[in-house]
Nanobody
């Protein structure tokens, strides 16, 4: 079972930026994904990235969020810019059937 360790969440003002990181315990040769779950909501895909770097984004974050990966470090990143209060959620990293523990992102003034 792959272990995923996330970091980088926190409190940020609207319009601010945060970068999330997720490091896997083993080398990953397939897709990584970031998901989020707001209070009372369902978990939804934010972005994913293939081993070759092909990316896919939810419409709500296109143009604001960027997913990237460093295969040598077994790490995937989510750069989040122009954050909005509706981006507030617990963000989870996913690889295969494995999930990270989640990291809280709160966008508030």
């Amino acid at each position: 079972q792959v272990q995923l360790a996330e970091s980088g969440g926190g409190l940020v003002q609207p319009g601010g930026s945060l970068t999330l990181s997720c490091t896997a315990s083993v080398r990953i040769y397939s897709n990584f994904g970031w998901y989020r779950q707001a209070p009372g909501g369902q978990r939804e895909l934010v972005a994913d990235i293939s081993i070759g770097g092909t990316t896919n984004y939810a419409d709500s974050v296109k143009g604001r969020f960027t997913i990237s990966r460093d295969n040598a470090k077994n790490t995937v990143y989510l750069q989040m810019n122009s954050l909005k209060p509706e981006d507030t959620a617990v963000y989870y990293c996913k690889q295969g059937y494995s999930w990270g523990q989640g990291t809280q992102v709160t966008v508030s003034s």
